[in-house]
């Protein structure tokens, strides 16, 4: 599995680009509108702020961190839960894979054995078909031999009938 900090960049990635998304969708598709409504909800005061302790703006920067860290927690989440998907696939994959793998191994023994056996089959009948050739060709050899001389002595007059 992953490293769960390698996941990081991603889960920030996704909440950065929800974040933009959400406020173009706001501005209704006017990146203009969006970044003034962005840059005027960085300018309110923070809720740390001794001059407006219970001021409305107060309030709604404190509504809007809980916003941010529940929606960096749901990115984070998410992010979580596809990085999971992700690995289990991933662990899915190797694992077909490795069944694969041993699949073609046992088809290639069995086709060894089998290429083997018949290897043996085709050479033991070459074998013999080759050894009765060379008999076929003895006997011929030794009968020729035998009627050449009888006609080289029926030449010389050793020969009789």
Do not use: C
């Given at each position: 599995?992953?490293?769960?900090r390698a996941?990081?960049p ?10 933009g998304?959400?406020?173009?969708y ?13 840059e005027?909800e960085?300018?309110?005061p923070h809720?740390?702020?001794q001059?407006?302790?219970?001021a409305?703006?107060?309030d709604a920067a404190?509504?809007?961190g ?14 979580q ?10 662990d899915e994959?190797r694992s077909?894979?490795?069944d694969?793998d041993?699949?073609?191994e046992?088809?290639?023994?069995d086709l060894?054995?089998?290429?083997s056996?018949?290897?043996g089959?085709?050479?033991s ?5 080759l050894?009765d050739t060379?008999?076929t060709?003895d006997?011929?050899v030794e009968?020729k031999?035998?009627?050449?001389k009888?006609g080289i002595s029926?030449?010389?007059g050793?020969?009789g009938?």
């Amino acid at each position: 599995m992953a490293n769960p900090r390698a996941r990081v960049p991603l889960a920030i990635g996704v909440v950065v680009a929800g974040a933009g998304g959400y406020y173009l969708y706001a501005a209704g598709g006017d990146s203009k509108v969006a970044q003034k409504k962005a840059e005027g909800e960085h300018n309110l005061p923070h809720v740390h702020d001794q001059a407006y302790p219970f001021a409305p703006q107060a309030d709604a920067a404190r509504i809007g961190g809980s916003r941010q860290k529940s929606a960096q927690k749901q990115g984070e989440e998410i992010a979580q839960e596809l990085g999971s998907k992700l690995d289990h696939t991933v662990d899915e994959a190797r694992s077909k894979l490795s069944d694969a793998d041993q699949k073609v191994e046992k088809y290639t023994k069995d086709l060894s054995k089998q290429v083997s056996s018949e290897l043996g089959r085709v050479e033991s009948e070459t074998a013999k078909e080759l050894k009765d050739t060379v008999n076929t060709f003895d006997k011929t050899v030794e009968r020729k031999t035998v009627e050449a001389k009888k006609g080289i002595s029926s030449w010389l007059g050793f020969g009789g009938k």
